[in-house]
């Protein structure tokens, strides 16, 4: 059981916009920042967005972070076939005194 | 251009230990924490825990104290994953991030990951 809670799956067709939430607590998100991770199948994950809305080094635009209270969201605008993949949102978690994941989503574009 | 290469995928027996290597380049080695994560098969991502090569400070995850010991050398800007007395549940694949700029703990770089299969 992930600390942070995602859907297990998303799904959209080529030039969609799909979001994903990230649901935690006052220990984590409610009091530090998220971090989002992409993982394409069979590669090592990739820092996606950071700092809630902040894009990491070549990340397009098309992605997005938000954050509210103890929630959190990427957005992934103009959808593409190779978005498909797995999707993390991660947090430093004060009580447990380290970062904690979400048990990811797969994107899958129809 | 910052690189984190580990080392190849390992088949190892119940009760054997194990040192995976992660070689840094591209960047102040000493002044990054590398974090390692898991994955098991067909699962999610879990922080296993970090170290900071600067002065060797480690930092466990809970679910993974004293299962694990973090080292790094700084004269090859490596860092080691070890793992001892391996159980099936033990296969996985591992990796090692840099733990990036500010206080956001965000793993901004990685190493392309070490399979790691227990199997009798």
């Known amino acids: 059981q992930s600390v942070l809670t995602q859907p297990p799956s998303a799904s959209g067709t080529p030039g969609q916009r799909v979001t994903i939430s990230c649901s935690g607590s006052s220990s984590n998100i409610g009091s530090h920042t998220v971090n989002w991770y992409q993982q394409l199948p069979g590669t090592a994950p990739k820092l996606l967005i950071y700092s809630n809305n902040q894009w990491a080094s070549g990340v397009p635009d098309r992605f997005s972070g938000s954050k509210s209270g103890t929630s959190a969201s990427l957005a992934i605008s103009g959808l593409q076939s190779e978005d498909e993949g797995d999707y993390y949102c991660?947090?430093?978690?004060?009580?447990?005194?380290?970062?904690?994941f979400g048990g990811g989503t797969k994107l899958t574009v129809l | 251009e910052v690189r984190l290469v580990q080392s190849g995928a390992e088949v190892k027996e119940p009760g054997e230990s194990l040192k995976i290597s992660c070689k840094a380049s591209?960047?102040?080695?000493?002044?990054?924490?590398i974090a390692w994560v898991r994955q098991m098969p067909g699962k999610g991502l879990e922080w296993m825990g970090m170290i900071y090569p600067g002065n060797s400070d480690t930092r466990h995850s809970p679910a993974f104290q004293g299962q694990v010991t973090m080292l790094v050398d700084k004269s090859i800007t490596t860092a080691y994953l070890q793992l001892s007395s391996l159980k099936a549940s033990d296969t996985a694949m591992y990796y090692c991030?840099?733990?990036?700029?500010?206080?956001?703990?965000?793993?901004?770089?990685w190493g392309q990951g070490t399979l790691v299969t227990v199997s009798s």
């Open positions: 591209g960047y102040p080695f000493s002044s990054y924490w």
């Open positions: 991660a947090a430093w978690d004060g009580r447990l005194s380290g970062p904690v």
């Open positions: 991030a840099r733990v990036g700029p500010g206080t956001g703990y965000q793993f901004d770089n």
